[in-house]
């Protein structure tokens, strides 16, 4: 079997990997909740090629992510729920629903450009839709946060509780305002550490995340991005400490922290010149 452009090769590929008695054991022996963790990885290293602005990375990185979709695909064929094209055309039609936009309809009409409305009045049909395919009669409550999806990064569905709370008022009309939230919630770490009360400093360190999270979302921040760009300094300056001990034969474990944070000074100083 050789490598193609066509993503029926691909197809075959997994359907060979998951035959039975000739596949590959490891591929055989998965199922959705084993291969959901490497989804969500894939996912991220998509997202961190992204940040490294790596073309050629994120060309690879996108193929894993997408035999993560037909790996699942794979699996649901096997168990008669639908197969790879049944997918293609969910999500085509879903595209094509939720932008009335761009597309024309049947008559060749195509909506008044009131997108964010739009958008959401569909997704609630689709929602609903769902519930009654399901056999749910009686909705549950409507709430503001709905549709926030529960499987989120941490990071990303903070900031999506924000811009739907924020769509109803509930929100801060000045980053400064988010400043001093901030300081509040990291006065609030300093009295839980004085008491040493571990559970009580967790739940204050996730307030003061949250409230970074609007600080990013008021600044116009992805908090996502942001992060892994400090990730990617920090290892930058870290990897500067380094060399320069080893130039020195020393290592980190051998150094002082005031030796190592001189030389973290040294890197920040080359990279902005302050």
Not at 29 to 35: C, G, H, L, R
Not at 79 to 96: E, L, S
Request: net charge negative; aromatic share 6%; proline share 5%.
């Amino acid at each position: 079997m050789t490598p193609s452009r066509d993503i029926s090769r691909l197809i075959e590929i997994m359907a060979q990997l998951r035959t039975p008695d000739t596949g590959c054991p490891w591929d055989l022996e998965q199922d959705f909740a084993s291969i959901a963790p490497y989804t969500i990885e894939e996912a991220f290293e998509v997202a961190e090629a992204i940040a490294r602005n790596d073309l050629d990375d994120l060309r690879d990185e996108l193929g894993d992510l997408l035999l993560q979709v037909v790996f699942h695909a794979r699996i649901a064929e096997e168990r008669g729920a639908f197969a790879f094209g049944d997918v293609v055309a969910a999500v085509t039609a879903k595209m094509i629903r939720r932008h009335p936009h761009v597309f024309a309809d049947a008559q060749g009409n195509i909506a008044p450009s009131h997108v964010e409305g739009v958008w959401d009045r569909i997704k609630a049909e689709e929602k609903a839709e769902r519930a009654a395919r399901r056999g749910e009669t009686e909705a549950p409550p409507a709430s503001v946060l709905a549709g926030v999806k529960p499987g989120q990064p941490a990071l990303s569905r903070a900031m999506e509780l924000q811009r739907k709370a924020a769509r109803v008022g509930f929100d801060w009309n000045d980053p400064r305002e988010v400043l001093k939230k901030i300081r509040e919630e990291a006065d609030e770490i300093e009295d839980a550490l004085d008491r040493g009360d571990k559970a009580d400093i967790a739940e204050e360190t996730g307030d003061l995340m949250f409230a970074l999270v609007n600080l990013a979302r008021h600044t116009g921040a992805d908090p996502e991005m942001a992060l892994r760009g400090t990730n990617a300094k920090f290892e930058r300056r870290f990897g500067h400490i380094e060399q320069a001990l080893a130039a020195r034969g020393r290592t980190p474990d051998s150094a002082s922290l005031a030796e190592m944070d001189a030389l973290w000074d040294e890197a920040k100083r080359a990279e902005t010149g302050r």
